[in-house]
T-cell receptor
Framework: GNSVTQMEGPVTLSEEAFLTINCTYTATGYPSLFWYVQYPGEGLQLLLK?????DKGSNKGFEATYRKETTSFHLEKGSVQVSDSAVYFC???????????FGKGTRLHILP | KAGVTQTPRYLIKTRGQQVTLSCSPI?????VSWYQQTPGQGLQFLFE???????NKGNFPGRFSGRQFSNSRSEMNVSTLELGDSALYLCASSPGLAGAGDTQYFGPGTRLTVL
């Protein structure tokens, strides 16, 4: 079946550091890929998405590229801020079974 | 456009009781999904309703049930509560099925504590 694996946290960085959160997936078809973010005390919200291979999703300085050859969708940001502290979820949706699968989440702490 | 709303926001129950949580999706959205979030297990899918029909179900016991009304509002019920049911319950709505690639819009959640 389909699955999503993302790096375990917590990840702690200093402000202005470069961020990478790894996400790899297993899917038999051609899924859509997502990154959701959950700020403290809130529900999840979409950060970015990509629907086909080589698509790049971007938002708020974050980027992720849908890499079919490596089955990856790593999240990157060039210079993180304290306000980026949150839990980040990688997710996959598959039209073949109409399901969405979330990774376990990666907690990110940014130190001032 | 109003976001996804969940009521109540906080709930305290005792073991053996039952509880009903409510979710109002974004206007025009036909799909409502429910998730359980705990520190140990992370985000776990409970079920998805689309046009009043359950379309997908996660791996939870039958004590967990739900329904969707004709206006797309959804309720989730947990009977015979156990301590392990303490969690944040999140509701998400989308225009179409979650698996179709639509963005899900999440509510703030209901924090359930079982004593």
């Amino acid at each position: 079946g389909n699955s999503v694996t993302q790096m375990e946290g917590p990840v702690t960085l200093s402000e202005e550091a470069f961020l990478t959160i790894n996400c790899t997936y297993t899917a038999t078809g051609y899924p859509s890929l997502f990154w959701y973010v959950q700020y403290p005390g809130e529900g999840l919200q979409l950060l970015l998405k990509a629907t086909k291979a080589d698509d790049k999703g971007s938002n708020k300085g974050f980027e992720a590229t849908y890499r079919k050859e490596t089955t990856s969708f790593h999240l990157e940001k060039g210079s993180v801020q304290v306000s980026d502290s949150a839990v980040y979820f990688c997710a996959l949706s598959d039209r073949r079974d109409d399901k969405i699968i979330f990774g376990k989440g990666t907690r990110l702490h940014i130190l001032p | 456009k109003a976001g996804v709303t969940q009521t109540p926001r906080y709930l305290i129950k005792t073991r053996g009781q039952q509880v009903t949580l409510s979710c109002s999706p974004i206007s025009g959205h036909r799909s409502v999904s429910w998730y359980q979030q705990t520190p140990g297990q992370g985000l776990q899918f409970l079920f998805e309703y689309f046009s009043e029909t359950q379309r997908n179900k996660g791996n939870f016991p039958g004590r967990f049930s739900g329904r969707q009304f004709s206006n797309s509002r959804s309720e989730m019920n947990v009977s015979t509560l156990e301590l392990g049911d303490s969690a944040l319950y999140l509701c998400a709505s989308s225009p179409g099925l979650a698996g179709a690639g639509d963005t899900q819009y999440f509510g703030p959640g209901t924090r359930l504590t079982v004593l």
